[in-house]
């Protein structure tokens, strides 16, 4: 522990931010350094890895160690950093280009071995470093530099898929919704195992709107379902709407405010099956999940290979090598 309680200033870099003014990192920045703060930890104790993209600057902004790896690896690098000092709060920030394209594949496998990572994927819906050529994320028929007809591959949903791997905690965020970044975050940093936390944050230059409708005044309640653990999902500018599951199908009912009727779901983060559904609600039939979608501690990697070593004697090499062993004299 250190010596001296740090603020959030503590971790603020000496650098130059080179962000957009105006762009979603920001808020991102602010709340991951309110979150170290609140930890109690010493500077050196957290790192800070990242790929290529806007997001992935993330490591010279904030006065911890970091390392700016290389395209959509940041994973697989963060991995080897976790398990050759296992107490060191390991963060990897992400892009949906670097994460999803490149990058799927180390996301699998850090998800599949429940690494005790913390990764953080901001999504713009657009390679934007790039100068704007459509990504895994991207909505279809969206015309960007490299669909000028419209996209056509179907997109990605990065906290579904998380779902569907069996990540242990899985998140969705808003890039201007301090409150429920502060939450998340908090919660996520003493997970112990995966956490893969989605962010919507625009980009000033190439998805200015995107995500425009859930800061509606007028338009977000009826759009976006914000999940509690243990209270009904409900929304709507009246909280007269909620989910229930039919026949396992979620379906969207309507009710008189203040009544919410039996058969609405009552949340469950730690229900796998529960988080999987809900995670995959989407426009224009149904709201968009926000907050804490699933919560289910499981031992990490770091955990297992430590009880073995506990519990296991040293083979020989014989052990290792099997009955196809030889000797030569």
């Known amino acids: 522990m250190q010596s001296k309680k740090l603020t959030p200033r503590d971790f603020a870099s000496p650098q130059s931010v080179k962000w957009c003014p105006g762009c979603g990192d920001f808020a991102v920045l602010a709340q991951i350094q309110k979150t170290f703060a609140s930890l109690g930890l010493e500077h050196e104790k957290f790192v800070i890895v990242s790929g290529i993209g806007c997001s992935s600057r993330f490591p010279y902004y904030i006065n911890t160690y970091g390392f700016h790896s290389i395209h959509g690896r940041a994973p697989a690098v963060a991995t080897g950093i976790k398990m050759a000092n296992p107490e060191l709060s390991v963060w990897v920030m992400t892009g949906d280009g670097d994460a999803l394209s490149i990058g799927g594949n180390h996301i699998l496998h850090a998800i599949r071995r429940n690494m005790d990572l913390k990764i953080v994927l901001f999504n713009n819906r657009i390679y934007a470093l790039t100068k704007g050529q459509a990504s895994p994320t991207t909505r279809l028929g969206v015309v960007t530099k490299s669909s000028p007809l419209g996209t056509v591959d179907y997109p990605v949903n990065p906290v579904h898929m998380a779902a569907g791997l069996d990540c242990g905690f899985v998140a969705r965020v808003l890039d201007t919704d301090a409150r429920t970044l502060n939450a998340v975050f908090s919660k996520a940093a003493t997970y112990r195992g ?77 229900n796998p099956a529960l988080a999987y559904a809900v995670s995959g609600l989407n426009l224009p039939s149904f709201p968009v999940p926000f907050g804490i979608i699933k919560n289910v501690p499981k031992p990490s990697l770091i955990e297992i290979l430590q009880q073995e070593a506990d519990e296991r004697k040293e083979p020989e090499l014989k052990e290792i090598l099997g009955g196809d062993a030889w000797e030569k004299e």
Do not use: M, W
């Not at 759009?223 to 229930?244: A, D, Q, R, T």
């Open 194 to 270: 995966t956490v893969f936390i989605e962010v919507l944050q625009k980009c000033l230059a190439f998805t200015e709107s995107e995500f425009n409708d859930f800061k509606d005044k007028e338009k977000k309640e009826d759009i976006s379902l914000y999940l509690e653990h243990g209270k009904p999902l409900v929304f709507g500018k009246n909280k007269n709407k909620g989910i229930i599951l039919k026949d396992l199908r979620p379906e969207v009912i309507e009710f008189e405010p203040g009544k919410v009727p039996p058969e609405v779901v009552i949340y469950d983060e730690t």
